[in-house]
């Protein structure tokens, strides 16, 4: 079921790196939208697949001791950044196997659709 697309874009992202604060301030720059997975082995498959529209650094932050690793990827913006989440959110077989409660949400207001599925349809 691995698309090779998909995957390609996975292997792009940055790290893994430990999911600690000076870490963290070390490789990821506060400011661009982007997008995350976050792990409990360095070699297992994501656990959490996130975004954060404005800062990065401080949204892997809130995660510190819930998982182990993170790998991360800038986006050009944040709508770029919800395109990438739900390819990645539905690549990893969506809540059947991440600890994401449910499908990744759009800020209020904007009308982005989920690129893989018709939940905003
Ligand atoms: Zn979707």
């Known amino acids: 079921?691995?698309?090779?697309?998909?995957?390609?874009?996975?292997?792009?992202?940055?790290?893994?790196?430990?999911?600690?604060?000076?870490?963290?301030?070390?490789?990821?720059?506060?400011?661009?939208?982007?997008?995350?997975?976050?792990f409990n082995g360095i070699y297992s498959s994501p656990k959490y697949v996130g975004r954060a529209d404005r800062n990065l650094a401080k949204a892997l932050k809130t995660w510190i001791g819930k998982y182990h690793f993170f790998k991360f990827d800038f986006c050009a913006s944040p709508e770029?950044?919800?395109?990438?989440?739900?390819?990645?959110?539905?690549?990893?077989?969506?809540?059947?196997?991440?600890?994401?409660?449910?499908?990744?949400q759009r800020p209020p207001n904007f009308n982005w659709r989920c690129p893989v599925c018709k939940i905003f349809e």
């Open 1 to 38: 079921m691995a698309d090779p697309i998909q995957e390609k874009r996975v292997g792009e992202m940055q790290g893994p790196f430990p999911l600690k604060k000076d870490i963290i301030e070390a490789v990821v720059l506060p400011k661009p939208p982007g997008i995350f997975l976050l």
């Open 80 to 104: 770029g950044a919800f395109l990438r989440e739900c390819s990645l959110y539905h690549h990893f077989a969506g809540s059947r196997h991440l600890e994401n409660g449910s499908h990744p």
